[in-house]
Protein backbone atom coordinates (compact mmCIF):
# COMPACT_ATOMS: atom_id res chain seq x y z
CA UNK A 1 0.00 0.00 0.00
CA UNK A 2 1.02 3.42 -1.01
CA UNK A 3 2.68 5.49 2.33
CA UNK A 4 1.25 8.71 3.64
CA UNK A 5 3.87 11.42 2.64
CA UNK A 6 5.25 13.83 5.15
CA UNK A 7 6.31 16.85 3.25
CA UNK A 8 8.85 19.80 4.90
CA UNK A 9 7.59 22.88 3.59
CA UNK A 10 10.60 25.14 2.92
CA UNK A 11 10.02 28.85 2.22
CA UNK A 12 12.47 30.74 0.32
CA UNK A 13 13.90 34.75 -0.20
CA UNK A 14 17.10 36.00 -1.20
CA UNK A 15 18.78 32.34 -1.17
CA UNK A 16 17.90 32.25 2.59
CA UNK A 17 15.21 29.80 4.17
CA UNK A 18 12.76 31.74 5.93
CA UNK A 19 9.82 31.04 8.56
CA UNK A 20 6.55 32.81 9.64
CA UNK A 21 3.29 33.00 11.16
CA UNK A 22 0.25 33.23 8.85
CA UNK A 23 2.62 34.63 5.46
CA UNK A 24 3.81 37.62 7.73
CA UNK A 25 7.15 38.23 10.19
CA UNK A 26 9.56 35.58 8.57
CA UNK A 27 12.67 35.22 10.28
CA UNK A 28 15.61 32.94 8.83
CA UNK A 29 15.85 29.76 9.44
CA UNK A 30 19.33 28.81 7.34
CA UNK A 31 20.82 28.07 4.21
CA UNK A 32 18.73 26.08 1.73
CA UNK A 33 22.02 23.44 0.48
CA UNK A 34 22.51 22.60 4.28
CA UNK A 35 19.25 22.30 5.04
CA UNK A 36 18.14 20.09 1.97
CA UNK A 37 21.72 18.20 3.14
CA UNK A 38 20.37 17.50 6.77
CA UNK A 39 17.06 16.80 5.15
CA UNK A 40 18.91 13.72 2.64
CA UNK A 41 20.15 12.47 6.39
CA UNK A 42 16.47 12.32 7.69
CA UNK A 43 15.36 10.60 4.70
CA UNK A 44 12.81 12.81 3.95
CA UNK A 45 9.63 11.56 1.64
CA UNK A 46 9.41 14.40 -0.16
CA UNK A 47 10.30 18.82 0.10
CA UNK A 48 8.59 21.12 -1.57
CA UNK A 49 10.11 24.90 -1.90
CA UNK A 50 8.35 28.19 -2.24
CA UNK A 51 9.80 31.06 -2.89
CA UNK A 52 7.93 33.39 -0.81
CA UNK A 53 8.52 36.82 -3.02
CA UNK A 54 8.99 35.49 -6.55
CA UNK A 55 5.15 36.37 -7.75
CA UNK A 56 4.43 38.96 -4.83
CA UNK A 57 7.73 41.03 -6.39
CA UNK A 58 8.02 40.19 -9.33
CA UNK A 59 11.46 38.43 -9.07
CA UNK A 60 13.08 36.13 -11.84
CA UNK A 61 13.00 32.39 -10.95
CA UNK A 62 16.32 31.90 -8.66
CA UNK A 63 17.41 28.57 -11.23
CA UNK A 64 20.74 28.52 -10.60
CA UNK A 65 19.88 28.04 -6.33
CA UNK A 66 17.31 25.70 -7.32
CA UNK A 67 19.87 23.64 -9.58
CA UNK A 68 22.37 23.51 -6.42
CA UNK A 69 19.74 22.24 -4.26
CA UNK A 70 18.21 19.74 -6.66
CA UNK A 71 21.49 18.09 -7.09
CA UNK A 72 21.98 17.88 -3.29
CA UNK A 73 18.15 16.29 -2.99
CA UNK A 74 18.33 12.30 -3.32
CA UNK A 75 14.04 12.74 -2.77
CA UNK A 76 11.45 14.45 -5.04
CA UNK A 77 11.30 18.47 -4.80
CA UNK A 78 8.39 19.96 -5.71
CA UNK A 79 9.30 24.24 -6.32
CA UNK A 80 6.01 26.63 -6.42
CA UNK A 81 7.15 30.67 -6.91
CA UNK A 82 6.98 32.54 -10.26
CA UNK A 83 6.57 30.15 -12.65
CA UNK A 84 4.66 32.07 -15.31
CA UNK A 85 5.13 29.64 -18.82
CA UNK A 86 6.07 26.49 -20.34
CA UNK A 87 9.73 27.67 -20.38
CA UNK A 88 10.14 27.87 -16.86
CA UNK A 89 8.53 24.57 -15.81
CA UNK A 90 10.71 22.91 -19.24
CA UNK A 91 14.59 24.88 -17.16
CA UNK A 92 12.72 23.38 -13.54
CA UNK A 93 12.54 20.13 -15.32
CA UNK A 94 15.61 19.96 -16.69
CA UNK A 95 17.42 21.11 -13.19
CA UNK A 96 15.94 18.17 -11.39
CA UNK A 97 12.57 19.97 -9.59
CA UNK A 98 9.90 16.98 -9.96
CA UNK A 99 6.88 18.59 -9.99
CA UNK A 100 6.11 22.45 -10.44
CA UNK A 101 3.49 24.13 -7.66
CA UNK A 102 1.50 26.84 -9.19
CA UNK A 103 -0.62 29.75 -7.60
CA UNK A 104 -1.04 33.25 -9.05
CA UNK A 105 -0.05 32.23 -12.53
CA UNK A 106 -2.49 29.72 -12.76
CA UNK A 107 -5.57 31.20 -11.28
CA UNK A 108 -4.50 34.13 -13.80
CA UNK A 109 -4.13 31.58 -16.72
CA UNK A 110 -6.00 28.33 -16.58
CA UNK A 111 -4.41 27.77 -20.24
CA UNK A 112 -1.19 27.62 -18.67
CA UNK A 113 -2.39 24.91 -16.61
CA UNK A 114 -3.55 22.95 -19.11
CA UNK A 115 -0.74 23.13 -21.36
CA UNK A 116 1.79 22.10 -18.43
CA UNK A 117 -0.13 19.05 -17.87
CA UNK A 118 -0.71 18.44 -21.48
CA UNK A 119 3.20 18.33 -22.33
CA UNK A 120 4.81 17.61 -18.52
CA UNK A 121 1.81 15.35 -17.31
CA UNK A 122 -0.18 15.74 -14.81
CA UNK A 123 1.52 14.14 -12.19
CA UNK A 124 4.20 17.35 -12.48
CA UNK A 125 1.72 19.93 -11.76
CA UNK A 126 0.19 20.71 -8.77
CA UNK A 127 -1.71 24.03 -7.72
CA UNK A 128 -1.41 25.17 -4.44
CA UNK A 129 -4.78 26.55 -2.81
CA UNK A 130 -4.43 29.47 -0.14
CA UNK A 131 -6.74 29.75 1.63
CA UNK A 132 -8.31 32.07 4.19
CA UNK A 133 -11.28 32.30 6.30
CA UNK A 134 -13.49 35.63 6.86
CA UNK A 135 -14.36 36.93 10.25
CA UNK A 136 -18.02 35.25 8.86
CA UNK A 137 -15.85 31.55 8.37
CA UNK A 138 -16.15 31.72 4.92
CA UNK A 139 -13.22 30.57 3.18
CA UNK A 140 -11.41 32.54 0.20
CA UNK A 141 -9.08 32.20 -1.84
CA UNK A 142 -5.60 34.25 -2.21
CA UNK A 143 -3.38 34.79 -5.07
CA UNK A 144 0.59 36.44 -4.83
CA UNK A 145 1.83 34.48 -1.50
CA UNK A 146 -2.08 35.37 0.60
CA UNK A 147 -1.93 39.16 -1.06
CA UNK A 148 -4.09 39.24 -3.72
CA UNK A 149 -7.89 37.48 -2.48
CA UNK A 150 -9.44 35.32 -5.59
CA UNK A 151 -13.39 35.51 -6.44
CA UNK A 152 -13.90 32.01 -6.87
CA UNK A 153 -14.91 30.06 -4.21
CA UNK A 154 -12.11 27.27 -2.86
CA UNK A 155 -13.98 24.44 -3.69
CA UNK A 156 -14.76 25.76 -7.06
CA UNK A 157 -11.49 26.55 -7.80
CA UNK A 158 -10.18 23.52 -6.35
CA UNK A 159 -12.35 21.43 -8.89
CA UNK A 160 -11.35 23.46 -11.96
CA UNK A 161 -7.81 22.57 -11.19
CA UNK A 162 -8.35 18.89 -11.41
CA UNK A 163 -10.43 19.34 -14.73
CA UNK A 164 -7.55 20.95 -15.91
CA UNK A 165 -5.57 18.05 -15.34
CA UNK A 166 -2.99 18.79 -12.17
CA UNK A 167 -1.61 15.61 -10.38
CA UNK A 168 -2.46 17.06 -6.65
CA UNK A 169 -3.66 19.87 -4.58
CA UNK A 170 -2.16 21.13 -1.76
CA UNK A 171 -4.50 22.81 0.83
CA UNK A 172 -2.89 26.07 2.21
CA UNK A 173 -4.30 27.59 5.43
CA UNK A 174 -2.85 30.83 5.94
CA UNK A 175 -4.68 31.54 9.42
CA UNK A 176 -2.88 28.19 10.66
CA UNK A 177 0.46 28.80 8.91
CA UNK A 178 3.19 28.83 11.77
CA UNK A 179 0.79 28.65 13.90
CA UNK A 180 1.66 24.83 15.05
CA UNK A 181 -2.27 24.26 16.22
CA UNK A 182 -3.47 21.70 13.89
CA UNK A 183 -4.29 21.89 10.60
CA UNK A 184 -7.77 23.55 9.15
CA UNK A 185 -9.45 19.70 9.12
CA UNK A 186 -12.83 21.55 7.53
CA UNK A 187 -11.53 22.58 4.77
CA UNK A 188 -9.78 19.23 4.19
CA UNK A 189 -12.59 17.25 4.32
CA UNK A 190 -14.98 19.32 2.36
CA UNK A 191 -12.20 19.60 -0.61
CA UNK A 192 -11.75 15.69 0.01
CA UNK A 193 -15.23 14.88 -0.93
CA UNK A 194 -15.23 16.50 -4.30
CA UNK A 195 -11.57 15.66 -5.56
CA UNK A 196 -10.26 12.75 -6.73
CA UNK A 197 -7.00 13.92 -7.42
CA UNK A 198 -4.20 13.18 -4.23
CA UNK A 199 -4.20 16.45 -1.65
CA UNK A 200 -1.22 17.58 0.34
CA UNK A 201 -2.49 19.32 3.84
CA UNK A 202 -0.34 22.33 4.80
CA UNK A 203 -0.65 25.06 7.64
CA UNK A 204 -0.56 24.55 11.09
CA UNK A 205 1.05 21.32 11.91
CA UNK A 206 2.35 20.85 15.42
CA UNK A 207 2.44 17.73 16.52
CA UNK A 208 2.50 13.94 15.20
CA UNK A 209 -1.26 13.59 16.10
CA UNK A 210 -2.35 16.87 13.23
CA UNK A 211 -0.76 14.51 10.69
CA UNK A 212 -2.86 11.29 11.56
CA UNK A 213 -6.15 13.37 12.18
CA UNK A 214 -5.12 15.48 8.61
CA UNK A 215 -5.28 11.64 7.18
CA UNK A 216 -8.22 10.60 8.84
CA UNK A 217 -10.22 13.84 6.37
CA UNK A 218 -9.04 12.83 3.41
CA UNK A 219 -5.87 14.12 3.13
CA UNK A 220 -2.86 12.23 1.28
CA UNK A 221 0.23 14.08 2.25
CA UNK A 222 0.90 15.72 5.18
CA UNK A 223 3.43 19.21 5.16
CA UNK A 224 4.47 21.33 7.51
CA UNK A 225 7.37 23.95 8.13
CA UNK A 226 7.78 25.12 11.81
CA UNK A 227 7.39 21.84 13.17
CA UNK A 228 10.35 20.63 10.98
CA UNK A 229 12.23 23.73 11.53
CA UNK A 230 11.84 24.77 14.92
CA UNK A 231 12.52 22.73 18.20
CA UNK A 232 9.04 23.47 20.00
CA UNK A 233 9.48 26.15 22.76
CA UNK A 234 11.50 28.67 22.26
CA UNK A 235 11.27 28.89 18.51
CA UNK A 236 15.26 27.74 18.13
CA UNK A 237 15.94 26.52 14.85
CA UNK A 238 16.62 22.74 14.63
CA UNK A 239 15.45 20.80 11.27
CA UNK A 240 13.77 17.16 12.60
CA UNK A 241 11.95 15.03 11.29
CA UNK A 242 10.32 12.21 12.64
CA UNK A 243 11.65 8.13 12.31
CA UNK A 244 10.40 6.66 9.44
CA UNK A 245 8.76 3.90 12.01
CA UNK A 246 7.45 6.76 13.72
CA UNK A 247 5.17 7.74 11.25
CA UNK A 248 4.14 4.33 9.57
CA UNK A 249 3.01 3.68 13.26
CA UNK A 250 0.90 6.48 13.80
CA UNK A 251 -0.76 5.92 10.10
CA UNK A 252 -1.48 2.56 10.63
CA UNK A 253 -5.09 1.34 10.07
CA UNK A 254 -5.72 4.58 8.58
CA UNK B 1 32.07 5.12 -19.30
CA UNK B 2 28.68 4.79 -17.73
CA UNK B 3 26.49 6.68 -20.33
CA UNK B 4 23.12 8.41 -19.17
CA UNK B 5 21.08 9.01 -22.40
CA UNK B 6 19.83 11.92 -23.05
CA UNK B 7 17.01 12.62 -25.72
CA UNK B 8 15.31 15.29 -23.66
CA UNK B 9 12.87 13.64 -21.66
CA UNK B 10 13.28 15.04 -18.45
CA UNK B 11 15.80 15.86 -15.09
CA UNK B 12 18.57 13.66 -15.59
CA UNK B 13 21.42 15.69 -13.08
CA UNK B 14 19.73 14.13 -10.08
CA UNK B 15 21.02 10.57 -11.82
CA UNK B 16 24.33 11.98 -12.45
CA UNK B 17 24.85 12.97 -9.25
CA UNK B 18 23.53 9.74 -7.15
CA UNK B 19 26.53 8.03 -9.71
CA UNK B 20 28.97 10.39 -8.63
CA UNK B 21 27.50 9.96 -5.09
CA UNK B 22 28.59 6.26 -5.32
CA UNK B 23 31.59 6.82 -6.01
CA UNK B 24 31.69 6.72 -10.22
CA UNK B 25 31.79 8.60 -12.82
CA UNK B 26 29.09 9.18 -15.55
CA UNK B 27 28.50 11.46 -18.96
CA UNK B 28 25.18 12.38 -19.83
CA UNK B 29 24.71 12.86 -23.34
CA UNK B 30 22.61 12.45 -26.72
CA UNK B 31 25.80 11.31 -28.69
CA UNK B 32 25.70 8.54 -30.66
CA UNK B 33 29.74 8.03 -30.36
CA UNK B 34 29.57 8.18 -27.08
CA UNK B 35 26.72 5.92 -26.40
CA UNK B 36 28.26 3.57 -28.97
CA UNK B 37 31.46 3.15 -26.19
CA UNK B 38 29.26 2.75 -23.18
CA UNK B 39 29.86 0.19 -20.86
CA UNK B 40 27.06 0.68 -19.11
CA UNK B 41 24.01 2.38 -19.99
CA UNK B 42 20.70 4.39 -18.44
CA UNK B 43 17.50 5.26 -19.83
CA UNK B 44 16.18 7.74 -17.63
CA UNK B 45 12.64 9.54 -18.75
CA UNK B 46 9.79 11.08 -17.77
CA UNK B 47 7.06 12.32 -20.28
CA UNK B 48 4.83 11.01 -22.40
CA UNK B 49 5.28 7.24 -24.41
CA UNK B 50 5.12 8.37 -28.09
CA UNK B 51 6.98 11.58 -27.28
CA UNK B 52 9.90 9.53 -26.31
CA UNK B 53 10.04 7.18 -28.65
CA UNK B 54 9.72 9.90 -31.02
CA UNK B 55 12.70 11.47 -29.87
CA UNK B 56 14.76 8.69 -29.33
CA UNK B 57 14.06 7.99 -33.26
CA UNK B 58 15.08 11.60 -33.88
CA UNK B 59 17.79 11.29 -32.29
CA UNK B 60 18.92 8.40 -34.46
CA UNK B 61 19.45 6.36 -31.08
CA UNK B 62 17.10 3.46 -31.61
CA UNK B 63 19.12 1.54 -33.41
CA UNK B 64 22.71 1.99 -32.01
CA UNK B 65 20.58 1.54 -28.40
CA UNK B 66 19.41 -2.09 -30.03
CA UNK B 67 22.69 -2.97 -31.12
CA UNK B 68 24.14 -2.19 -27.48
CA UNK B 69 22.03 -4.05 -25.81
CA UNK B 70 20.80 -7.06 -27.75
CA UNK B 71 23.85 -7.50 -29.33
CA UNK B 72 26.73 -6.67 -27.58
CA UNK B 73 24.36 -6.97 -24.12
CA UNK B 74 25.69 -4.02 -22.73
CA UNK B 75 23.93 -3.35 -18.98
CA UNK B 76 20.99 -1.25 -19.47
CA UNK B 77 18.85 0.21 -16.57
CA UNK B 78 15.58 2.03 -17.69
CA UNK B 79 13.99 4.56 -15.22
CA UNK B 80 10.17 5.33 -15.26
CA UNK B 81 9.36 6.08 -18.79
CA UNK B 82 13.19 4.62 -19.72
CA UNK B 83 11.71 1.28 -18.58
CA UNK B 84 8.39 1.68 -20.19
CA UNK B 85 9.47 2.27 -23.60
CA UNK B 86 11.51 -1.09 -23.45
CA UNK B 87 8.48 -2.44 -23.68
CA UNK B 88 6.22 -3.94 -27.08
CA UNK B 89 4.25 -0.72 -26.50
CA UNK B 90 1.83 1.31 -24.30
CA UNK B 91 -2.09 2.14 -24.42
CA UNK B 92 -0.90 5.64 -23.49
CA UNK B 93 0.43 6.12 -27.30
CA UNK B 94 0.26 4.46 -30.93
CA UNK B 95 4.40 3.88 -31.36
CA UNK B 96 5.97 0.79 -31.06
CA UNK B 97 7.96 0.60 -28.19
CA UNK B 98 11.79 -0.55 -28.02
CA UNK B 99 10.53 -4.33 -27.60
CA UNK B 100 13.28 -4.75 -25.71
CA UNK B 101 10.99 -6.99 -23.06
CA UNK B 102 7.72 -8.85 -23.83
CA UNK B 103 5.81 -6.78 -21.77
CA UNK B 104 2.77 -3.57 -22.67
CA UNK B 105 2.55 -0.61 -20.81
CA UNK B 106 -0.95 -0.30 -19.26
CA UNK B 107 -3.13 2.37 -17.80
CA UNK B 108 -3.93 2.20 -14.42
CA UNK B 109 -7.44 1.58 -13.79
CA UNK B 110 -9.07 2.29 -10.73
CA UNK B 111 -12.97 4.53 -9.01
CA UNK B 112 -11.39 4.29 -6.14
CA UNK B 113 -7.96 5.30 -5.42
CA UNK B 114 -5.80 7.89 -7.02
CA UNK B 115 -4.22 8.04 -10.71
CA UNK B 116 -0.77 8.98 -10.84
CA UNK B 117 0.29 6.60 -8.39
CA UNK B 118 2.21 9.24 -6.47
CA UNK B 119 4.79 8.44 -3.41
CA UNK B 120 6.76 6.27 -1.75
CA UNK B 121 5.79 2.26 -1.97
CA UNK B 122 7.56 -0.84 -1.26
CA UNK B 123 8.64 -3.83 -3.49
CA UNK B 124 7.98 -7.33 -3.58
CA UNK B 125 10.90 -9.39 -4.56
CA UNK B 126 9.99 -12.61 -7.34
CA UNK B 127 13.30 -13.59 -8.07
CA UNK B 128 16.98 -12.75 -6.71
CA UNK B 129 19.20 -10.09 -8.59
CA UNK B 130 22.48 -8.26 -7.69
CA UNK B 131 20.63 -5.43 -8.25
CA UNK B 132 19.47 -5.81 -4.85
CA UNK B 133 20.86 -6.05 -1.60
CA UNK B 134 18.44 -8.91 -0.07
CA UNK B 135 19.48 -8.62 2.96
CA UNK B 136 18.20 -4.87 3.64
CA UNK B 137 14.90 -5.13 5.28
CA UNK B 138 11.93 -3.34 3.80
CA UNK B 139 13.10 -1.05 0.62
CA UNK B 140 10.46 1.56 -0.47
CA UNK B 141 10.80 3.59 -3.61
CA UNK B 142 9.70 7.07 -4.82
CA UNK B 143 7.06 6.31 -7.72
CA UNK B 144 5.32 8.53 -10.13
CA UNK B 145 3.70 7.12 -12.87
CA UNK B 146 -0.27 6.61 -14.62
CA UNK B 147 1.19 3.77 -16.58
CA UNK B 148 2.64 0.38 -15.78
CA UNK B 149 4.59 -2.54 -17.41
CA UNK B 150 2.90 -6.20 -17.45
CA UNK B 151 5.45 -8.76 -18.01
CA UNK B 152 3.96 -11.46 -20.47
CA UNK B 153 6.99 -13.64 -19.18
CA UNK B 154 6.54 -14.22 -15.78
CA UNK B 155 10.54 -15.27 -15.33
CA UNK B 156 11.08 -11.71 -16.34
CA UNK B 157 9.47 -9.83 -13.31
CA UNK B 158 12.02 -9.05 -10.74
CA UNK B 159 10.05 -7.26 -8.31
CA UNK B 160 6.10 -6.12 -7.76
CA UNK B 161 4.51 -3.25 -6.23
CA UNK B 162 0.62 -2.94 -4.97
CA UNK B 163 -1.27 0.06 -6.28
CA UNK B 164 -4.76 -0.87 -7.39
CA UNK B 165 -3.54 -4.37 -8.22
CA UNK B 166 0.23 -5.76 -8.08
CA UNK B 167 2.17 -4.47 -10.68
CA UNK B 168 6.07 -4.95 -12.28
CA UNK B 169 7.75 -2.35 -10.37
CA UNK B 170 11.21 -3.96 -11.74
CA UNK B 171 12.08 -6.29 -14.47
CA UNK B 172 15.64 -7.78 -15.33
CA UNK B 173 16.46 -9.76 -18.47
CA UNK B 174 19.59 -10.59 -19.10
CA UNK B 175 21.57 -7.59 -19.36
CA UNK B 176 18.28 -5.52 -19.38
CA UNK B 177 16.67 -3.94 -16.01
CA UNK B 178 13.89 -1.74 -15.82
CA UNK B 179 12.72 0.19 -12.73
CA UNK B 180 8.95 1.71 -12.52
CA UNK B 181 10.29 3.96 -9.30
CA UNK B 182 12.98 6.86 -9.60
CA UNK B 183 15.86 5.20 -7.50
CA UNK B 184 17.88 8.71 -7.62
CA UNK B 185 15.00 10.08 -5.81
CA UNK B 186 15.00 7.42 -3.26
CA UNK B 187 17.59 8.31 -0.77
CA UNK B 188 19.92 5.59 0.21
CA UNK B 189 17.30 3.02 -0.85
CA UNK B 190 17.99 4.22 -4.61
CA UNK B 191 21.88 4.85 -3.90
CA UNK B 192 22.02 1.13 -3.40
CA UNK B 193 20.30 0.07 -6.25
CA UNK B 194 22.65 2.15 -8.50
CA UNK B 195 25.37 0.99 -6.89
CA UNK B 196 24.34 -2.57 -6.99
CA UNK B 197 23.73 -1.67 -11.02
CA UNK B 198 27.25 -0.14 -11.62
CA UNK B 199 29.44 -2.38 -9.42
CA UNK B 200 27.26 -5.74 -10.41
CA UNK B 201 26.30 -6.26 -14.06
Known amino acids: MLKTRVIPVLLMKNAGLYKGVKFKNHKYVGDPINTVKIFNDKEVDELVIFDIEASRLNKPINFELLENIASEAFMPIAYGGGIKTLEDAQKLFNLGIEKVVLNTSAIENFNLVKKLVETYGSQSVVFCLDIKKTFFGKYEVYSHSGIKRVKIPPVELAKKMQDLGIGELIINSIDNDGVMKGYDLAIIKEIATQLTIPLIACGGAGILEDFKKAKEYGAHGCSAGSMFVYHQKHKAVLLSYPEYKELENLFKGI | MIV ?24 ITSDIE ?23 AE ?143
Open chain 2, 34 to 56: EIKNATKLILPGVGSFDNGMSNL
Open chain 2, 4 to 27: VVDYGMGNLGSIANMIKKTGHKCL
Open chain 2, 59 to 201: LGMIKVLSQKVLIEKTPILGICLGMQLMTKSSEEGTLAGLGWVDAISKKFVSDTLKIPHMGWNIIKHQKSSHLFDELESEKRFYFVHSYCVSCNQKVDILTNTNYIQDFVSSFEKENIIGVQFHPEKSHKFGMSLIKNFVENF
